[in-house]
């Protein structure tokens, strides 16, 4: 599929990205400015090695921030229970720790957004590769001839 790169910006043949909300919002931004080209997003195959390492350190960065967002919220409620705070004190904390949470795990998700590819893509992108594969590992068989040993 023809369309810009997102790692190259170059207008380039590649796997087409899923359109999530947060691509969907971006575009909708744009839009209301006039700015939107309405251009198609993918990953050209040269930038493909590249866009893994970023989705995979995304991936790392969100994991880290929900175990802190865990933290931050025991640490929020755990208090409150153990002073004896009434029921009304600790149901507060546990808003206050979970709307903290959101709001920092959107703002660390905006930050280092990578968006994922787009599942029909992939299963035919890791097809093609399989079959690349199995024809390198399959070499033409040797004619065998009657005084040939082994």
């Given amino acids: 599929m023809k369309g810009i790169c997102l790692i190259c910006e170059k207008n380039r043949e590649g796997t087409p990205i899923k359109e999530g909300h947060v691509i969907k ?3 909708k931004i744009k ?3 006039g700015i939107a080209k309405g251009s198609r997003l993918v990953i050209c195959s040269s930038c493909m090695q590249e866009y ?3 989705r995979t350190g995304f991936e790392k960065t969100i994991m880290i921030w929900m175990i802190i967002g865990l933290i931050l919220a025991l ?3 755990v208090p409150p229970i153990l002073l004896g705070d009434n029921i009304l004190g600790i ?4 808003g206050v720790s979970i709307v903290l949470i959101i709001v920092l795990l959107v703002l660390v998700g905006l930050v280092r957004y990578i968006p994922s590819l ?5 299963k035919n992108t890791v097809k093609k590769i399989k079959t690349r594969k199995s024809k390198k590992k399959n070499p033409k068989k ?7 040993v082994g």
């Fill in 25 to 27: 919002l971006i575009k």
């Fill in 31 to 33: 839009q209301t400015f």
């Fill in 52 to 54: 893994t390492k970023r």
């Fill in 75 to 77: 640490l929020l409620v």
């Fill in 91 to 94: 149901l507060r904390s546990i």
């Fill in 118 to 122: 787009e599942k029909k893509t992939i």
């Fill in 142 to 148: 040797r004619k065998r001839w009657v005084n040939d």
